[in-house]
């Protein structure tokens, strides 16, 4: 079955690299064009919101409270029986609070994306 479809392939290639021929005269009279659109918003029409702000600030709520989740969850844990078996939960902590400010961030953008600043009048 391969060598019949390779066989087939083979035949068709010389067909396939004529179509890519095209004519060098007309790529000789080419020049670059540049356009430029009249309908560019103006400076003062771009929409203002608190998208930046939201981002940051709900990324540092949710993640201060992730953390603080995850190192209470972490203690609130049986502790093992022996000697020195002490439990760091300083890894608990970040992953969730990680988690927590990823989840804020993305909240927050949304949310400052829905409330428009007021443009200050003069």
Known sequence: MTRSLSVFLLALLPASVAGQ???AARWQSWSPTLRVSTN???????RRDYRLEGLVVGGL???AVGAWIG????HNQ???IGAGS???CT?????VGLAGAAV???IGYLLGRLTPKQSPAF
């Open 104 to 106: 804020g961030s993305g």
């Open 86 to 88: 002490g439990q760091s």
């Open 40 to 46: 560019a918003p103006a400076a003062t029409s771009l």
């Open 91 to 95: 890894g608990d902590a970040v992953v």
């Open 61 to 63: 709520v949710f993640g």
């Open 71 to 74: 190192a209470e969850a972490c």
């Open 21 to 23: 021929r095209v004519d």
């Open 78 to 80: 049986p502790q093992p």
